[in-house]
């Protein structure tokens, strides 16, 4: 059964915390969808290796759409 899952992500995520498992989510037929403050721009990585579009703005979904969230890290 598919699964909806919501990654909150901004700039300076750490991007194999977000690439990994975003991957193995689309490989397993699941749905990630990205959110952030603004729909439709792009943020990038720290390292550099990952620009990600976002799908969603946050005042625009609501917990119950999603089955899991994802919190890649970033900066500490």
């Keep these: 059964m598919s699964k909806k899952i919501a990654v909150l992500i901004t700039d300076d ?4 915390e977000f690439t ?3 991957d193995a989510f689309k490989l397993a037929g699941h749905q990630v969808v990205t959110i952030e403050k603004q729909a439709g721009k792009t943020v990038k990585g720290k390292q550099g290796e990952a620009e990600v579009a976002i799908d969603r703005a946050i005042d625009d979904v609501t ?5 899991a969230l994802l919190l890649p890290g970033g900066y500490s």
């Design 20 to 22: 990994s498992p975003a």
């Design 63 to 67: 917990p119950g759409e999603f089955d």
């Design 13 to 16: 995520f750490e991007d194999s």
